[in-house]
Nanobody, 123 residues
Framework: QVQLVESGGGLVQAGGSLRLSCAVS????????MGWFRQAPGKGREFVAT????????YYTDSVKGRFTISRDNAKNTVYLQMNSLKPEDTAVYYC????????????????WGQGTQVTVSS
């Protein structure tokens, strides 16, 4: 089993920045790809970014390219999502997820999920 705990959400003005963290614990001996997803009120869960187990490969949804950066520190068992130039449409609950490699944007492929952290961007 793998446990995921997100942190770093909050309220920020448009144009501001936040860094989300996802602490990974449990059976982490495998090679896990990590993903960030988000869900806005009244909408389905949306893929945001993913990173491979090594941290070398990353992939983003088009709406966040150039603004968000996913990274991981395997020594600290932590995954990050640096969010810059935030927009009101980025408002959502952000979830961290893990799966055995390879990385994918498909939410159904992920086996483990955190509880989510709220990000609110005011205009």
């Amino acid at each position: 089993q793998v446990q995921l705990v997100e942190s770093g959400g909050g309220l920020v003005q448009a144009g501001g920045s936040l860094r989300l963290s996802c602490a990974v614990s449990g059976r982490t001996d495998g090679n896990y790809a990590m993903g960030w997803f988000r869900q806005a009120p009244g909408k389905g869960r949306e893929f945001v970014a993913t990173v491979s187990g090594s941290g070398i490969s990353t992939y983003y949804t088009d709406s966040v390219k150039g603004r968000f950066t996913i990274s991981r520190d395997n020594a600290k068992n932590t995954v990050y999502l640096q969010m810059n130039s935030l927009k009101p449409e980025d408002t959502a609950v952000y979830y961290c997820a893990a799966r055995r490699s390879p990385a994918t944007s498909a939410s159904l492929a992920y086996d483990y999920w955190g509880q989510g952290t709220q990000v609110t961007v005011s205009s």
